[in-house]
């Protein structure tokens, strides 16, 4: 039954989410940069910059300092009558914790 529940979402267009575990540094003059992610994210990104990168800031750390994170991307087709075959994401900070060194 998963199967055919699988098969119905990927002919609806449907994805799940993926989560990358991330290194991130935020500067004491508020910018925020991914360092690493596992799998890669730079074919994801648009550069290294979160400010660009992130949909939803509302979880991004505003302390300066080294974060471990877990980033959630979500890609999924917009439906636009324009333009049917358009994806947009979301791209968010699920969780973090500092990193001291």
Do not use: Q
């Not at 989560?19 to 003059?29: G, L, P, Q, R, S």
């Not at 080294?66 to 979500?74: A, D, L, M, P, Q």
Request: net charge negative.
């Amino acid at each position: 039954m998963s199967e055919l529940k699988e098969l119905i979402k990927e002919l609806k267009g449907e994805n799940d989410p993926s989560f990358y575990d991330c290194i991130i540094a935020v500067t004491k003059y508020n910018g925020s940069y991914l360092v690493k992610s596992e799998p890669n994210l730079d074919d994801a990104f648009d550069g290294c910059d979160l400010d660009d990168n992130l949909t939803d800031k509302s979880n991004l750390p505003k302390e300066a300092g080294i974060y471990k994170c877990k980033i959630r991307y979500h890609a999924y087709k917009s439906h636009h009558p324009l333009d049917p075959v358009e994806w947009d994401v979301n791209v968010s900070i699920v969780s973090y914790e500092m990193v001291s060194i």
